[in-house]
Each structure stands twice: as structure tokens, then as C-alpha cells.
């Protein structure tokens, strides 16, 4: 007998369950986590998740940190990914899942699941900032306000390319799906981080998606793409809703993007 298939995704809804013996899924607004065990985290994953008992976030172990850079905001964490070679910093009030975390959006109509674009370790913000019962099952279902997080981009030949394509993907599919006449994208912009690296600047919001749900809202998407140490094309993103009183501001995603710089031995280790 084969095992059991990961619950269905449903936008605005976040569940946590067991699966078969090595991962465990989460279902969070139409963003399935999955704790890494093959997948390189940029939206090719091909192999379903297996089994664990349960999903925490910032499971690292974070006790024994040496080297690493500290955080270029007081008071802030670092959130690393090391093997994309990525660093940022997040405020305390952004709870850090494990760097073998990834997160991924699918078409809801797809039955294998494949993402369409992926983010690994990312940190997730206000994580049941919406609770809702929308299929009436009896549970009821978290829905958080938004996400930072970093993935590769293969098969990118530029990194205004690579940022409008990610930042598209990400909004289509965790709150505009199947409507993609929803979406406004931004032109690219040259940006540059505190530490110095360069790369450009998408930003890509919905507005008047239809509320199918409770918790259904538009979405924003904020894309870095750049090169890491290695030449390979790399992004950070912010995703969380948008148009809504709580709504994660400008200035906010902007101080984090500032933060990203190239992964030390050591970082997101305190």
C-alpha cells in the first residue's frame, strides 16, 4: 500500500498534519511547507513529502554559533540560507522555520503539486493572523499575514527576468489563481543592499480578486534577484497579503531587503 498523498492546498487556510515518515506539510493560505529532504527549495521540487510527528518552526539548532555575522539591525534574527549562499534579517516578531523548511505555491489544479515557485527558511509573520472554518469540517484553519524567504532561480538569464517571474508566481498562485488578469507588476528597479550587492527590483500586488473565504485577501510580492558567491542567480522575496489594516509596510520590507548579503559559515545561528 502506498503512501498516503499530502492534504490538498487551499488558499487562506493553514493545517498541520503528519504525512508518511520523513516531512511534515503544512496547508497555509495555498502555501505547502514541507521539510527538505531532496528538493533544492526553487520551485522544481518533484518528490512528495514523508513523514514526521509534527512541524515547529525554528527547529535549527541555533545554541553553538561560530563565525556568522551579526544582525545588521538591533534586535533583529538572522534568517540564513546556506545553500543558496543568503543571509537577511528579520524583526524578532517573525518566527524563523528551519532552514530545511521550504515553502511552495501549486496550481489547485494539479494533482501532483508541482510549485510553482518555492522559498526556503523563510520567516513567517503573525502566523494565525486570520483563523477560519471556511469548508465547514469542524477545523479550523490559520492563515498568516506574510513571509520573507530565498530560493535559487535556475534557468534565469538576467535578474530582472528572474525577479519578475518569481514575484508573479508568488501572488498568482497564493491569491489571484486561476485569474492572473488580477495582478499589476511593476517595472524592474536597480537595487543595492547594505553590504553592497546588486541586483534588481520587482514588486508585484492584486487587487479586486473575488473573496471566495474568510481570510481571502489580495497579495503583494517583493522580489530581490541577484547573483550569489558562486555566479548562480538567487532572489529574496516578501509575500503577504495585501490592502488589508495590518498590511506590512513599505518601509518594513524594505529595511529587510536591505539586510540581505552573501551567507558566512555561522549565520542564523544565534
Same mark, same amino acid.
Given at each position: 500500500?502506498?503512501?498516503?498523498?499530502?492534504?490538498?492546498?487551499?488558499?487562506?487556510?493553514?493545517?498541520?498534519?503528519?504525512?508518511?515518515?520523513?516531512?511534515?506539510?503544512?496547508?497555509? +493560505?495555498?502555501? =505547502?511547507?514541507?521539510?527538505?529532504? #531532496?528538493?533544492?527549495? !526553487?520551485?522544481?521540487? !518533484?518528490?512528495?513529502?514523508?513523514?514526521?510527528?509534527?512541524?515547529?518552526?525554528?527547529?535549527?539548532?541555533?545554541?553553538?554559533?561560530?563565525?556568522?555575522?551579526?544582525?545588521?539591525?538591533?534586535?533583529?534574527?538572522?534568517?540564513?540560507?546556506?545553500?543558496?549562499?543568503?543571509?537577511?534579517?528579520?524583526?524578532?516578531?517573525?518566527? /524563523?522555520?528551519?532552514?530545511?523548511?521550504?515553502?511552495?505555491?501549486?496550481?489547485?489544479?494539479?494533482?501532483?503539486?508541482?510549485?510553482?515557485?518555492?522559498?526556503?527558511?523563510?520567516?513567517?509573520?503573525?502566523?494565525?493572523? +486570520?483563523?477560519?472554518?471556511? !469548508?465547514?469540517?469542524?477545523?479550523?484553519?490559520?492563515?498568516?499575514?506574510?513571509?520573507?524567504?530565498?530560493?535559487?532561480?535556475?534557468?534565469?538569464?538576467?535578474?530582472?527576468?528572474?525577479?519578475?517571474?518569481?514575484?508573479?508566481?508568488?501572488?498568482?498562485?497564493?491569491?489571484?489563481?486561476?485569474?492572473?488578469?488580477?495582478?499589476?507588476?511593476?517595472?524592474?528597479?536597480?537595487? /543595492?543592499?547594505? =553590504?553592497?550587492?546588486?541586483?534588481?527590483?520587482?514588486?508585484?500586488?492584486?487587487?479586486?480578486?473575488?473573496?471566495?473565504?474568510? +481570510?481571502?485577501?489580495? #497579495?503583494?510580492?517583493?522580489?530581490?534577484?541577484?547573483?550569489?558567491?558562486?555566479?548562480?542567480?538567487?532572489?529574496?522575496?516578501?509575500? #503577504?497579503?495585501?490592502?488589508?489594516?495590518?498590511?506590512?509596510? !513599505?518601509?518594513?520590507? /524594505?529595511?529587510?531587503?536591505?539586510?540581505?548579503?552573501?551567507?558566512?559559515?555561522?549565520?542564523?545561528?544565534?
Amino acid at each position: 500500500m502506498g503512501a498516503p498523498e499530502p492534504p490538498r492546498r487551499s488558499w487562506n487556510r493553514t493545517t498541520v498534519t503528519a504525512v508518511t515518515a520523513a516531512a511534515a506539510v503544512v496547508v497555509a +493560505c495555498g502555501v =505547502t511547507g514541507f521539510l527538505l529532504l #531532496g528538493d533544492d527549495g !526553487d520551485g522544481k521540487a !518533484d518528490a512528495k513529502p514523508t513523514a514526521t510527528d509534527s512541524a515547529s518552526a525554528d527547529t535549527t539548532d541555533r545554541s553553538a554559533a561560530k563565525g556568522g555575522s551579526a544582525p545588521l539591525v538591533p534586535g533583529w534574527n538572522t534568517v540564513a540560507n546556506p545553500k543558496r549562499g543568503i543571509t537577511f534579517d528579520a524583526p524578532a516578531s517573525w518566527a /524563523r522555520q528551519s532552514v530545511d523548511w521550504v515553502s511552495y505555491v501549486a496550481e489547485d489544479s494539479d494533482p501532483e503539486e508541482k510549485p510553482l515557485v518555492a522559498m526556503m527558511a523563510p520567516a513567517v509573520l503573525k502566523e494565525k493572523w +486570520c483563523t477560519s472554518d471556511d !469548508d465547514r469540517n469542524g477545523t479550523q484553519e490559520d492563515t498568516p499575514l506574510a513571509s520573507v524567504g530565498t530560493t535559487g532561480e535556475k534557468g534565469a538569464k538576467s535578474t530582472a527576468e528572474a525577479a519578475e517571474d518569481t514575484a508573479q508566481k508568488w501572488v498568482y498562485g497564493a491569491y489571484t489563481q486561476p485569474d492572473r488578469s488580477r495582478l499589476t507588476i511593476g517595472e524592474p528597479e536597480t537595487y /543595492r543592499t547594505k =553590504t553592497g550587492i546588486e541586483g534588481s527590483l520587482v514588486t508585484v500586488t492584486s487587487s479586486g480578486t473575488p473573496k471566495k473565504g474568510t +481570510c481571502d485577501t489580495d #497579495g503583494k510580492a517583493v522580489t530581490f534577484a541577484f547573483k550569489n558567491a558562486e555566479g548562480a542567480y538567487v532572489s529574496w522575496t516578501y509575500v #503577504g497579503a495585501h490592502g488589508v489594516s495590518d498590511e506590512v509596510p !513599505d518601509a518594513t520590507i /524594505r529595511q529587510i531587503l536591505s539586510t540581505v548579503r552573501l551567507y558566512e559559515e555561522g549565520d542564523g545561528q544565534d
